[in-house]
């Protein structure tokens, strides 16, 4: 009997401490599209430093230049991404009122409207997974998932979500967590 398929989008993978040394060490991904044809996600906290007005050269309000550039993932980083969250998004397709867009004139209209509930959030690449990779992975152990949530992802320290996710994991994870970022400090 097959075994059925099952997606891992609105999900969060975490690296469980097998990833040092690679671009993933330390990595919440937030799993955007995942299915038969492969998956896509957005490394939520990995700041590029620079601020997305230095990276997209277009007509957009202040507001929208002056918010954090994130780095993705490690394909293709000329690509634009963004996530939009609202307290109502009828055509969500990530998380309930979560959004994934692509599109230069989509974000540029996202950070024109005014709403207070209103969040966004800008990438440069991404992180992708060909046919079955994604479920391969994950059967060697090489990441973690957790629940996303919009409080999660758009975290207002997001260089300290991996340690938080997983030191509410559990004790396990909680010596995961606090391991030195170079073992030999140990």
């Known amino acids: 009997m097959a075994k059925s398929f099952k997606s891992l989008r609105g999900q969060l993978l975490l690296d469980n401490g097998k990833l040092r040394g690679s671009f993933f060490h330390r990595s919440v991904i937030l799993v955007c599209q995942h299915d038969a044809e492969g998956a896509l996600g957005l490394v939520l906290n990995r700041a590029t ?3 997305v007005g230095e990276a997209v050269v277009t007509k957009m309000p202040e507001s929208l230049k002056q918010m954090s550039l994130f ?3 490690p394909v ?3 690509v634009l991404s963004f ?3 609202d307290s109502y998004l009828p055509d969500a397709n990530v998380l309930p009122n979560l959004s994934l867009g692509h599109s230069i004139d989509d974000l540029v209209e996202a950070g024109d409207n005014y709403s207070p509930g209103r969040q966004l959030k800008v990438f440069a690449g991404y ?3 060909s046919p ?3 479920d391969r992975e994950l059967k060697m152990d090489t990441w973690l998932t957790h629940p996303a949530s919009l409080d999660l ?3 207002s320290q997001p260089h300290e979500l991996w340690k938080l996710i997983l030191s509410d994991k559990g ?3 909680r010596l995961i967590a606090e391991a030195p970022e170079d073992l030999s400090w140990n």
């Open 49 to 51: 430093g620079n601020k």
């Open 71 to 73: 780095l993705g993932g």
């Open 76 to 78: 293709q980083p000329q």
């Open 83 to 85: 996530l939009h969250s």
């Open 127 to 129: 992180a992708g997974w």
């Open 132 to 134: 079955g990779q994604l």
């Open 153 to 155: 992802v758009f975290h």
């Open 171 to 173: 004790w396990k994870y």
